[in-house]
């Protein structure tokens, strides 16, 4: 089975996001800078993104994440490629082995 790395949500300030979820749960920042923040839990993460920024969005990790065309690497270290589902939903398509 494939694995759900993160969830995406569009927020209005990054800071004020990621300082409202640790002050709540038990979780940790994993990435920040001024246009998004990875938060880590026990079994997902959850992403925050700027609006313009990045599409909300769906993580889903693959071993073969290059099938669905050519990764681009990001600031963090992984690689991945957007798509969109039949919905018009986007989808990030992470490399396994970047994450």
């Not at 994440?65 to 050519?70: K, V």
Request: charged content about 25%; some cysteine.
């Amino acid at each position: 089975m494939d694995r759900i790395h993160h969830i995406a949500i569009e927020v209005k300030e990054i800071q004020k996001s990621v300082d409202w979820y640790i002050s709540r749960f038990d979780c940790e920042v994993a990435y920040q800078d001024a246009t998004w923040a990875l938060l880590n839990f026990d079994n997902i993460s959850l992403a925050m993104v700027m609006p313009g920024a990045h599409p909300p969005h769906l993580g889903i990790t693959k071993p073969d994440a290059e099938r669905f065309g050519e990764l681009k690497t990001h600031r963090d270290g992984s690689r991945s490629i957007y798509l969109e589902d039949n919905s018009g939903n986007a989808v990030e398509i992470l490399d396994a082995a970047s994450v």
